[in-house]
């Protein structure tokens, strides 16, 4: 060892430096590896699955492996009929022919849970008159159809939580009802949907099919361009709201009707406070309400702020009813309900063309106005129009026609 002038104790000295080097670099490597996988595991535990170019995720809710899909029409051709699909972010609409849950789920990534129509056809179309389906917590938006922009129904359906809106129809911009069909609406809004053809700017709604809105559900600020009915064109089915339910802001824009058309045999029901607000028909009569059928107020129910426009008669109700339409044409307020703060050229209140109108358990007709003078501030009658217990200055009361004082008024 004498040439190397290392001496035994720096030779095992440098040894244990690069061993401890070597050690070190492997210690960085396994390391290294190990945050990489972790890193791969967050990643693959974490991301979400979703098609990102499609922004649309449904799964069969309660399976194993879960089944998840890009689009909802194969979700509903997959799901056994009776189970739960669960959308997130925006997806196109189906066709719905077996019994079915769609539930919306927030998505951080992919917003809102939505289904759009994109404006090629009704976004829903439910087929079978006993196919039941529950939509819970969605937006239906973006149709455009003949008939049901947002939601054509031949079954039951049962919209929870849930909003209709932006769609077009010629009949129903939001939702139509075949014949039969039934649609109930809990928590629910049905706004800023158009008929451009016969009506029902938010809903049309057919022969021995029914609307129900429940718990402060609305139908809001609906438009029917041509035909009647700017909320809702009610063609002798059953309109029911309860709950503090609402249809306001309304508009029918040169025909009948600006919140609900009722035809002859339909019927319409207020109950629990609910109401027929701030609607307007721009061309002819029934502000609130067109009544060929029944209407019944009771609950402390309201007609209230409604107009009917262009010389138009009837700013809360225009009540049809005679001898070819037996059992229609009447209006019936009960339990402290009330028509008031309505407006017309006539009938501020109610105009009636033969029919009944019929004033119990202290209901009112108040503060209502007629701009013509002599028009009936509050109730403008007309062909042998039956008034049951309508007594001026008692329960119809505080009406103003022509500026002055005028309850009752007829010819």
């Known amino acids: ?102 539930r919306g789920q927030s998505d951080p990534v992919l917003g809102a849970p939505t289904l759009d129509g994109g404006g090629l056809g009704s976004v829903l179309r439910i087929s079978g008159a006993t196919t039941i389906i529950a939509l819970n917590g969605l937006t239906v938006t973006h149709g455009q159809a003949v008939y049901g922009g947002g939601i054509y129904n031949e079954g039951q359906v049962a919209l929870k939580g849930s909003a209709v809106s932006d769609n077009t129809a010629s009949e129903g911009g939001g939702l139509y009802n075949t014949p039969g069909a039934s649609m109930t609406a809990t928590d629910t809004s049905i706004s800023n949907n158009t008929a451009d053809g016969n009506g029902g700017g938010g809903i049309y709604n057919n022969s021995g099919a029914t609307v129900k809105l429940r718990r402060s559900s609305g139908v809001v600020a609906n438009t029917s361009t041509q035909g009647y009915g700017g909320g809702i064109n009610n063609a002798s089915g059953a309109v029911i709201l309860q709950d503090n339910s609402v249809v306001t802001q309304n508009v029918a824009s040169i025909a009948i009707g600006g919140g609900i058309f009722n035809a002859p045999d339909g019927s319409v029901t207020l109950s629990d406070r609910s109401s027929i607000t701030e609607n307007v028909t721009r061309g002819g009569g029934g502000g609130g309400i067109y009544n060929f059928g029944r209407v019944l107020l009771t609950g402390a129910s309201s007609i209230a702020r409604n107009t009917a426009g262009n010389n138009g008669q009837g700013g809360g109700v225009f009540n049809s009813g005679g001898a070819l339409t037996p059992n229609n044409g009447i209006v019936t307020l009960t339990n402290v309900s009330i028509i008031s703060g309505n407006s017309a050229v006539q009938g501020g209140g109610i105009y009636t063309v033969g029919g009944m109108v019929t004033l119990v358990n202290k209901a009112k007709i108040g503060a209502n106005t007629a701009s013509a003078a002599g028009g009936g501030g509050g109730i403008f009658f007309r062909n042998e129009a039956t008034l049951v217990n309508c007594i001026a200055g008692l329960n119809v009361l505080n009406n103003i026609a022509g500026g002055e004082p005028n309850d009752i008024a007829g010819m």
């Open 1 to 102: 060892m004498g040439g190397t002038g290392i001496t035994g104790a720096q030779v095992v000295d440098g040894s244990y430096r690069r061993a401890r080097a070597a050690r070190a670099e492997k210690a960085r490597c396994v390391a290294g590896g190990l945050f990489v996988g972790l890193a791969a595991f967050a990643t693959l535990v974490f991301t979400p699955v979703a098609d990102a170019a499609s922004g649309c995720r449904v799964e069969i809710a309660n399976t194993r492996p879960k089944q998840a899909f890009t689009d909802l029409q194969t979700a509903v051709t997959a799901v056994a009929p009776g189970g739960t699909l669960v959308v997130r972010g925006t997806c196109e609409g189906a066709t719905l022919d077996k019994d079915l849950t769609i």
